[in-house]
């Protein structure tokens, strides 16, 4: 059977429907429910085995980007979401916008739901920025990093407010658990600070985490949106890998294996 | 009651403040703590400051603050109810710009953010015993009608006996509003003593003798061409030149929405899936003393505009991948800001249904406000001193997350067959929209049951008003409850304003008041058909054209060089590109920038928007304003080559594209309409020439300034031709950037010598195949079309994407040529260029080479880095 994958939609998401496609050619069953049919209990989350968290600018990122619809989740959804992520075959991805709503509902990165630990900001740029970047996948206790680790991959990055920061004990604490997953790098595959290789200025380059189960992961860049060789920009001058796919493969894998 | 919390964020030289009302201290110290402020960063008090600020800036009472709403959803989520709210910025330091259509300083406390108002009464205006003197006096500065236009509706009304409403006034100046009726479009012409036929009868006629790929042109918000598996693509271009020259930012903002809700209101709804952003200003180094009185400086309208665009698409999810930015000084009372939007539908939605008796008139999306009232008739209307003090109630700031959740539903209630017809509200808001798709049958509409953004309209302002995102729906009766089931899912507000009656009149009532009952066929015909007359004035030229001395040595034409290429028309718009989403969808197969440092600059974006299937759309445009001005006939047929090269340049069959022609003109008077029956001559020829249709468009002939001085400033006049094309395998297509060393350069097309290049229409549909041909074969490795800034630049940017260099022999004059239809073009060796090429004129210009030097042979030879620097600089300056 094919996983189910339960894509968010609220007011703003706009990445909702390539986030579908890629879990649908990783070997999903995704389908896209508006968090008002959550809310109003004609979807349940307890019936996905994915929660995926789409890019975009949920209730237009007002005040904080992602707060509202944290907010949301925080109030009426919490205690779904504490039993969704009990079970051992669940998995949640949170992309761009996705990612910060999940460190503001606290999932990311201590799974304390209502308890905000670290935060995505304005990026040192100042504005908004759609840039491929490359990324380095570092060794970690995400459980959908297989096969990736110690690589260099190439992701579509789109934000405004994406540079990651905490306080100094906060990151000792992320970096000694190994819950850094992704981080901005040069062309040698090196953790960089130089942007816009490090397209927002994010504290130790930090790109993604992931929770401590390995099973919560939040990420700026976009895997979703390179799942097709084409969607690469220098396809044409030569062999290109496609490195969303593998992400997205592997998140299916993972609750495949764990049934 | 007001608590004031003032958020502080780490690193910002502002302070967020935020006004909450009817709660108390306790509970707004809950929502600072769970909503506006967050710990790690940021850090809040409660009404007191946190630091001494130099002054607070807000949105006017009135202007919608789109941060309203959320706050007060989230504040719900979280148990407290507000009963307004507001959210402004406290600044650290002076330099700040404020508009002041929209915001203000903020000096006293507002005692509440409640705006209240009495209902507005209704007035009768006694047009019957005016004189033509009191007639022009009613007009001016609001209805924008002429004399014989206000004596036309005097005389209908003497005939009804009675006086008229103002909001059957209004109807009347909307509808027949340059912007709504297309008056000079519609009229018989007079030119140089010679009748000739409508311009837009013209454009029709030609137009539909190309109709293989045509679904429907003309007759809907957008034109729709046949794409593949029975789905259609649509294009929409529109201007927002006047709300745009006052407020850069809402103008831009609410410029982009209007465009995507044409998409969306096309047939049944389409789906928008790209949209296009084209500017035309005065140079950004204009001199102060050079700005006309009351306008603003174009770096600041550049970046304003920018950010206008940028904040609307981005937040909409709609990928901007292709646009431009285009310099004369002659922009400088009035900017040109052109936005496209492209979408995609399934051809049996592509068509709007003919509404039936009873069919209920519904609105859907925002609430409606004072804002934008006049935008129609406003921006028919030149543009004068006044116009930034008597017209600032035409400018509104847009809200995307309300137009996104609005376009989720429609597109869910169009799959379930719900929807007989989706109408935009636009210019001229529910008089324009409920007004045209009620011609046929007649309407009756309450509009008492509009929801307001605030109490206190007159009747006939909330039919005039142009609050964005908001569109009238057609719906059967019995599709009414799964439809405002699908809206309430999305968050989205449904009005039953009123039904389709059989009257064929328009019948208005503000709850038991009538205060329309108009003859449709008046107020769609009664308009005075024009007459017009054109005339060829003949003018010195202007010193555009000097013939430049031809550099003499290596350090002159590397001056030169560097001179073209940071030239606004044709530097470097990579700072501006990356501000905007173009990867939002996954769609873009052939992104607006590729090569070895992702630097190089492409013709045009290839899109695949259903993301299973390998077919594609291409969009482009092309317009030359300076070439416009000089000969409107050649200028416009230029425009027409280089949309259709930007097409082909990346892989299209110029056979399978369809227009959309925008006239952006001087006000028409006889030497205006002159040069506009000249550029419509000339899409007609080309249209002939080509074989393809024009299937949308529009004209926005009002882009005169005069001064108090009687100074006039009209812009250059611009068509604006954009190009969406379709192609069987978006793989089949090829990038600007070098791929190869030692290849070959070779330049196909034929290149004319004139100051406006007269491109020969016979021989480049021979180049297009040709370049088609070498793409669907695979070998052509890389290709770029020559505009702006000649076949230098076009090589030149070539290098920057390929990161290498090219040594080719060039004559002199040959080296800044500018004919569109030309193109560079790489190839793996002479011996495939000649076998390719062979119906095409083409000369091998030389090879490409590792090291990074342009060089030309005999002529210069000049480093790429240090050509780069001077290209990249303009916009990295603005915008990085």
């Known amino acids: ?259 | 009651m007001i608590q004031k919390v003032r958020v502080q964020t780490a690193g910002m030289s502002t302070i967020k403040v935020y006004r909450l009302e009817g709660i108390s201290v306790k509970e707004a110290k809950v929502l600072a703590e769970k909503l506006l402020c967050e710990e790690i960063n940021q850090k809040y008090t409660i009404n007191k400051p946190i630091v001494s600020a130099v002054f607070e800036i807000a949105y006017k009472p009135g202007v919608m603050n789109p941060e309203v709403a959320s706050i007060i959803k989230a504040s719900e989520d979280l148990g407290i109810k507000l009963l307004a709210c507001d959210s402004s910025k406290e600044y650290l330091d002076k330099k700040v710009s404020l508009n002041f259509l929209t915001e203000y300083i903020v000096k006293e406390e507002p005692v509440t953010l409640l705006i209240g108002g009495k209902e507005g009464k209704i007035q009768i205006i006694p047009i019957r015993n005016m004189v033509d003197g009191s007639l022009m006096e009613a007009s001016k500065d609001k209805l924008f009608l002429s004399l014989e236009e206000m004596r036309a509706i005097q005389k209908y009304f003497q005939s009804m006996d009675r006086d008229p409403t103002d909001l059957e006034l209004e109807t009347l100046a909307q509808t027949w509003s340059e912007h709504s009726g297309h008056k000079t479009f519609k009229a018989k012409l007079i030119v140089d003593g010679i009748e000739k036929k409508p311009l837009i009868e013209r454009i029709k006629n030609e137009a539909l003798k190309h109709s293989k790929n045509i679904v429907s042109a003309f007759e809907d918000n957008s034109g729709v061409m046949d794409f593949y598996d029975g789905f259609g693509i649509c294009g929409k271009v529109e201007t927002h030149n006047a709300p745009s020259a006052i407020e850069p930012y809402g103008g831009a903002m609410t410029g982009s929405g209007g465009v995507f809700r044409d998409i969306a209101a096309t047939g049944q709804g389409a789906k928008n899936i790209a949209s296009t952003d084209i500017f035309c200003f005065a140079p950004l180094d204009l001199p102060e003393e050079k700005l006309p009185k009351g306008c603003l400086p174009p770096e600041y309208l550049l970046k304003k505009v920018v950010s206008g665009v940028r904040d609307y698409g981005n937040r909409m999810g709609i990928p901007t991948n292709n646009g431009s930015v285009h310099f004369h000084q002659d922009f400088r009372a009035k900017p040109s800001v052109i936005v496209g939007a492209y979408g995609i539908i399934p051809k049996k939605y592509a068509k709007k249904g003919r509404p039936k008796l009873g069919d209920l008139i519904i609105c859907v999306g925002g609430r409606t406000g004072r804002d934008g009232i006049h935008g129609a008739t406003f921006s028919s209307g030149e543009m004068t001193e006044r116009t930034i003090e008597v017209n600032s109630s035409a400018v509104q700031i847009g809200n995307a997350i309300e137009e996104k959740r609005m376009f989720d539903a429609l597109l869910e209630a169009r799959d379930k067959d719900l929807i007989r017809m989706v109408q935009d509200c636009g210019g001229g808001g529910f008089s324009s929209a409920i007004g045209e798709i009620g011609e046929d049958l007649g309407v009756s509409v309450d509009i008492k049951k509009a929801p307001l953004k605030y109490q206190g309209l007159s009747p006939w302002e909330i039919w005039m008003s142009e609050s964005q995102e908001r569109m009238i729906v057609v719906l059967d009766p019995k599709n009414l409850k799964s439809f405002e089931n699908i809206c309430k899912k999305y968050n989205t507000e449904v009005t039953v304003l009123g039904k389709f009656d059989g009257s064929k009149k328009l019948k208005v009532t503000f709850g038991k008041k009538i205060v329309s009952d108009l003859d449709m066929k008046f107020l769609h015909h009664g308009l005075p058909k024009r007459v017009l007359k054109a005339k060829r004035e003949f003018r010195v030229q202007n010193s555009e054209f000097r013939i430049p001395e031809t550099p003499k040595n290596q350090k002159e034409w590397a001056s030169i060089l560097e001179k073209v290429l940071s030239h606004g028309n044709v530097c470097s718009k990579e700072p501006i590109v990356r501000l905007y989403d173009h990867s939002v969808q996954g769609t873009c197969d052939l992104q607006p920038y590729s090569g070895k440092n992702l630097d190089g600059p492409n013709d045009s974006p290839v899109l695949r928007p259903l993301l299973d299937k390998k077919y594609g759309l291409v969009i482009s445009h092309g317009l030359n304003p300076v070439f416009n001005n000089v000969d409107p006939y050649w200028g416009s047929i230029w425009a027409c080559a280089e949309a259709l090269s930007n097409f082909v340049a990346v892989g299209g069959d110029y056979k399978n594209a369809a227009l959309v022609n925008n006239y952006i003109w001087p006000f028409p008077d006889e030497e205006s309409l002159w040069s506009l029956d000249k550029s419509v001559t000339a899409v007609c020829d080309f249209m002939k020439a080509f074989k393809i249709p024009v299937i949308s468009g529009k004209d926005s002939l009002s882009s005169t300034y005069r001064g108090v001085d009687g100074q006039v400033i009209k812009i250059p006049p611009v068509l604006c031709m954009s190009v969406l094309g379709k192609i069987k395998d978006t793989t089949k297509t090829v990038t600007s950037d070098f791929k190869k060393i030692d290849s070959t350069i070779v330049l196909i097309g034929k290149m004319e010598g004139s100051n406006v290049p007269k491109v020969d229409m016979k021989i480049l549909p021979k180049t297009f195949d040709a370049i088609y041909y070498g793409i669907q074969n695979n070998k052509i490795l890389s290709c770029h079309d020559v505009s702006e800034g000649g076949v230098i630049s076009a090589v030149f940017e070539m290098c920057v994407g390929g990161s290498c260099g090219v040594k080719i022999s060039l004559e002199k004059d040959k080296v800044f040529n500018e004919t569109a239809g030309t193109f560079i073009v790489e190839v793996e060796n002479e011996k495939i260029a000649k076998k390719l090429f062979q119906n095409a004129p083409f000369i091998i210009l030389g090879e490409t080479q590792k090291e990074p030097v342009v060089k030309v042979e005999g002529l210069f030879s000049v480093d790429v880095s240090k050509l780069k620097k001077a290209w990249q600089e303009p916009m990295r300056r603005l915008f990085s």
């Open chain 1, 1 to 259: 059977m094919k996983p189910k994958v339960l894509v968010l939609k609220a007011d703003g998401i706009n990445r909702d429907e390539e986030m579908a496609y890629a879990f649908k050619i990783a070997g999903g069953d995704p389908k896209i429910v508006h968090v008002n049919e959550l809310r109003n209990g004609r979807e349940r989350l307890s019936n996905y085995n994915i929660l995926a968290l789409p890019g975009g600018f949920a209730y237009g990122d007002d005040i904080v980007s992602g707060k509202i619809l944290a907010i949301e989740l925080i109030s009426f959804l919490g205690n779904e979401m504490k039993k969704f992520i009990k079970r051992e075959d669940t998995a949640i991805i949170g992309v761009c916008n996705g990612f910060q709503v999940l460190v503001r509902t606290g999932l990311l990165p201590f799974r304390k739901i209502g308890q905000m630990q670290v935060t995505l900001t304005n990026n040192d740029s100042g504005h908004f920025e759609c840039r491929w970047v490359n990324l380095k996948v570092e060794k970690s206790k995400c459980k959908f990093s297989e096969g990736l680790i110690g690589s260099k991959i190439f992701y579509p990055i789109a934000h405004g407010e994406g540079k990651f920061i905490t306080d100094a004990e906060t990151l000792k604490e992320i970096e000694d658990q190994g819950l850094v997953v992704f981080r901005y790098s040069d062309e040698k595959g090196n953790p960089t600070m130089e942007y816009p290789k490090n397209p927002n200025g994010a504290l130790n380059s930090i790109a993604g985490i992931c929770d401590v189960s390995g099973r919560i992961l939040g990420l700026m860049p976009h895997p979703e949106c390179f799942v097709r060789k084409e969607q690469h920009p220098n396809f044409r001058r030569g062999k290109v890998k496609v490195d969303g796919l593998p992400l997205i493969e592997n998140i299916i894998k993972f609750v495949k294996g764990a049934k």
